[in-house]
Nanobody
Framework: QVQLAESGGGLVQAGGSLRLSCVAS????????MNWYRQAPGKQREFVAG???????DYVDSVKGRFTISRDSTKHTVYLQMNDLKPADTAIYYC?????????WGQGTQVTVSS
């Protein structure tokens, strides 16, 4: 069992930056991949970024060049640095941890970008 706690969301103007954090606790040794997803009002949850245990990263096209995912395995934490934010980035951002026997989600953190 893995528990995830996100933080770092808030209200920011377009062009601004935020850094989200997700701290994992519990059976952290079973985590292979950590992802960020987001869900905007009235839309389906979508993949934003992911990082493997070996540090391989992946991003949805709409955030490439603006968002950076990183992982500190010693702190069991994954970060999402978001730069040049746009109103279209407004959503609840969720952390997800996956492994051979786990698939856990956090409660989410709200990001609101004003124009």
């Amino acid at each position: 069992q893995v528990q995830l706690a996100e933080s770092g969301g808030g209200l920011v103007q377009a062009g601004g930056s935020l850094r989200l954090s997700c701290v994992a606790s519990g059976s952290t040794s079973s985590i292979n991949v950590m992802n960020w997803y987001r869900q905007a009002p009235g839309k389906q949850r979508e993949f934003v970024a992911g990082v493997s245990h070996g540090g391989v990263t992946d991003y949805v096209d709409s955030v490439k060049g603006r968002f950076t995912i990183s992982r500190d395995s010693t702190k069991h934490t994954v970060y999402l640095q978001m730069n040049d934010l746009k109103p279209a980035d407004t959503a609840i951002y969720y952390c997800r941890a996956r492994g051979p026997v786990i698939d856990s989600w956090g409660q989410g953190t709200q990001v609101t970008v004003s124009s």
